[in-house]
């Protein structure tokens, strides 16, 4: 019989039975389920709702469950629908009646709210984690190509010369607000639903500061009704995640980019690409391409369990158990994602002449052009549309704007003299960027001084 079979005439279809569980997806929550059931025990017991010795029972029966758990001799069944019933039933098998009463003053609702947020609680770590490694390697990567001239794009034309550290650096400042913002949505979660009750909390003279404090909480929440049917903190969760997808994917498509033949910035490692089944010559970025590709499966579930919310009444309702295998596929998806892509970075040969030679053609020194007339003392913008005009000529020549004879120069103004060459060196044009945030040597190292600090600051927590 189910355990709450009391008010019913029939067994349930063996359908429903199938369809109502969720222990096949939620059994991933029994360590979490169990350490909340600990802690409400010992809490029922200070509180005078339980003896003594039924919390000891109680406890030492869920551990022994959690070892057996862990020890693969468990066998869930759909029959006990959940986590919290199959870990329930299978402790009064043990104990017998002590384990009925560790229900007492608790409903499943507040139940699966508390295993839910310690879960999320618990994975922000690991992809925090994941993104501080990726950080280590970007700073590294970064630190041996400060001096590295690459074409920096705009509407993906050359644009300006940077450096690849300037490159990396980017995305590591994007993956930095990720770790912040994953950092928010675990302090905004750590509140302990526990005690909500199955919505209206409880008649019992429970502590909810005391089962907080237990499970590392910093407060109970403070409204049952929306402890039970909160679940911002896995829409959060997941909005991070997309995000932070949205960056590794955007990442992933310059990768690939840079492997083409076209640009061939950048070689994989062998181990770190695949082949064709029929072109003999192809190496492909699988990885690359897989992260752009599994970008979409993360925000599926972003929008899928913004969706199962929508428009669901106070307070907790069935859909809500729809809000578990968007949360662990995006889970799994991005702390599968994150150290991939962090050893094909660490691993990938960057190719410097390439970079350069890409960088010497596309005309990505006519800024630093119209800026050396500009404090020769020629109003910007009218040097802005003499060096356009030399550009035009080069363009017709096949030539750059360092080839150029001095006379040519002149034709347009005579503000030029022989130091122009120096101006027009993109090593030089990138080293006087130098503002800040820019891709000059000492912006690029303040840069990644701050992002070291920024993971050694974490690494230590
Ligand atoms: N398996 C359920 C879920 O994941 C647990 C809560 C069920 N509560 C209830 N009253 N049916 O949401």
């Known amino acids: 019989m189910k355990l709450w079979g ?47 010795e039924d919390a000891e029972a ?18 869930f069944t759909a029959d006990n629908e959940d986590i919290h019933m199959n870990v329930e039933a299978l402790l009064t098998s043990r104990i017998g009646d002590a384990g009925k009463r560790l229900h007492t003053a608790r409903s499943r609702n507040d139940q699966v ?12 770590g690991t992809v925090v984690g994941r993104l501080l490694e990726l950080e280590t390697v970007l700073c590294r990567r970064a630190r041996e190509h400060q001096n590295t001239v690459m074409p920096g794009y705009t509407h993906l034309q050359r644009a300006q010369p940077i450096s690849f550290a300037q490159h990396l650096l980017a995305y590591a400042a994007m993956f930095r607000r990720d770790v912040t913002r994953l950092e928010d949505c675990r302090a905004r979660l750590n509140e302990c639903p526990l005690g909500c009750g199955a919505l209206a909390g409880t008649t019992y003279p429970i502590d909810r500061w005391r089962t907080a404090r237990a499970l590392a909480f910093d407060r109970p929440v403070g409204n049952s009704l929306d402890g039970v049917s909160d679940r911002d903190y896995a829409l959060e969760l997941l909005s991070d995640l997309s995000i932070l997808m949205t960056h590794l994917s955007r990442f992933a498509e310059e990768i690939i980019l840079w492997c083409s033949w076209e640009f061939k910035f950048i070689e994989l490692d062998d181990a770190y ?35 199962v919310m929508k428009g669901l009444p106070l307070a907790y309702n069935k859909d809500m158990q729809e809000d578990k295998e ?54 910007f913008r009218d ?13 017709e020549q096949g030539q750059t704007l360092e080839e150029l004879t001095l006379e040519e120069l002149r ?5 030029f003299e022989a130091d122009v060459y120096e ?39």
């Open 113 to 124: 709210a508390l295993d839910f947020r310690m879960y999320v609680r618990n994975e922000i």
């Open 383 to 395: 040097a802005y549309t003499a060096v356009g005009k030399l550009v035009a000529a080069c363009t």
């Open 58 to 75: 109680i406890i030492q029966g869920l551990q022994g469950i959690l070892a057996d758990i862990e020890a693969g001799t468990v066998a």
């Open 326 to 379: 968007p949360v662990f596929d995006a889970l799994d998806t991005v702390e599968l994602c994150l150290p991939v892509f962090t050893a094909m970075l660490d691993t990938m040969t960057v190719l410097r002449s390439n970079m350069r030679k890409a960088a010497g053609r596309g005309f990505i020194n006519a800024t630093d052009c119209a800026d050396y007339l500009t404090k020769k003392g020629m109003p």
């Open 423 to 461: 101006a027009l060196k993109l090593e030089n044009c990138m080293a006087l960027r130098s503002s800040y945030g820019g891709p000059a040597v000492s912006e690029t190292t303040r840069q990644i001084e701050e992002i070291e600090a920024f993971v050694a600051a974490r690494e230590h927590d």
């Open 273 to 307: 690409a695949t082949g064709s089944s029929i072109m003999p010559q192809k190496k492909n970025p699988d990885v690359a391409e897989l992260v752009r590709g599994k970008t979409g499966r993360v925000y599926g579930s972003l929008m899928g369990l913004l969706t």
């Open 411 to 415: 034709a347009v103004s005579d503000l």
């Open 6 to 52: 009391g008010r019913f005439g029939k067994d349930t279809d063996a359908l429903v039975n199938e369809f109502n569980a969720s222990i096949q997806f939620d059994q991933r929550l029994y360590g979490e389920d169990i350490r909340g059931s600990m802690a409400h025990a010992e809490m029922l017991m200070q509180c005078g709702v339980i003896s003594r």
